[in-house]
C-alpha cells in the first residue's frame, strides 16, 4: 500500500459514513413531519431542505476526504448555546405561539447537547461517531435557524411599519 492510499478511507468506512447520512436525512424528515415543521411558506422549505442538502454533499464528497481534513472540520461551536439563551428570550414576546416555540427549542437543545456527548470508541469507529455528532449538531443548528426565521415572520406579520429603533426613537417618547 502506497502512502497516498494511506490517506483515504478504505471502503467500508466510507459506506458506513454514507450509511449513517441516509439515517440523519430520515430522521430529519421524521422530525419535520412529527414537529409539523413542514407547515411553512417558501424561506422555511427552504430553511428545512438544507440539512438534506448538507448530507448529501457530504455523503458524496466523503470517500475524496483525506484523514487529515477531520482535525479542521470537526469542531464544536460555542455560538450553539449563545442561540439557545435568545431563542428562549424572543420565544417570551410571542406567548400565543409558546408551546410550538418552545417544543422547538427543547427538540434543538436536545440535538446539540447529543452532539456534545463524548463517546470512547476504537480509533477506527472516531470518524463514523465524529460525522453523526455532526449530524446532530446541523439538525439542532437548523431547527434554531428555523426558529429565527418563524419570529422573523411574525414580527414583520405584526407591525404595519418596520421601525428602526436608532431612526425612531421618538417613537417610543412620544406617550
Given amino acids: 500500500m502506497n502512502e497516498t492510499e494511506c490517506k483515504f478511507y478504505n471502503k ?6 454514507e450509511l449513517v447520512y441516509v439515517f440523519g436525512i430520515i430522521i430529519w424528515i421524521l422530525l419535520c413531519i412529527i414537529l409539523e415543521l413542514y407547515k411553512t411558506d417558501y424561506i422555511g422549505s427552504f430553511i428545512l431542505v438544507l440539512p438534506i442538502i448538507f448530507f448529501i ?3 458524496f464528497s466523503f470517500k475524496s476526504c483525506v484523514k487529515e481534513i ?4 470537526f469542531q464544536y461551536d460555542t455560538l450553539a448555546f449563545g442561540v439557545v439563551i435568545i431563542t428562549i ?3 417570551l414576546r410571542y406567548k400565543e405561539y409558546s408551546n410550538f416555540f ?3 427549542i427543547f427538540v434543538g437543545i ?3 447537547g447529543l452532539s456534545m456527548i463524548d463517546l470512547w470508541v476504537s480509533k477506527e469507529n ?3 461517531f465524529k460525522h453523526i455528532k455532526s449530524i446532530l449538531q446541523t439538525l439542532g443548528m437548523i431547527i434554531f435557524i428555523y426558529l429565527f426565521y418563524s419570529f422573523y415572520y411574525i414580527s414583520s406579520m405584526s407591525v404595519e411599519e418596520t421601525l428602526n429603533p436608532f431612526t425612531d426613537l421618538n417613537v417610543h417618547f412620544d406617550d
Fill in 12 to 17: 467500508d468506512v466510507v459506506s458506513t459514513v
Fill in 57 to 59: 454533499i457530504s455523503m
Fill in 70 to 73: 477531520e482535525n479542521e472540520i
Fill in 89 to 91: 428570550f424572543l420565544a
Fill in 102 to 104: 418552545y417544543k422547538l
Fill in 110 to 112: 436536545l440535538l446539540i
Fill in 126 to 128: 472516531i470518524i463514523i
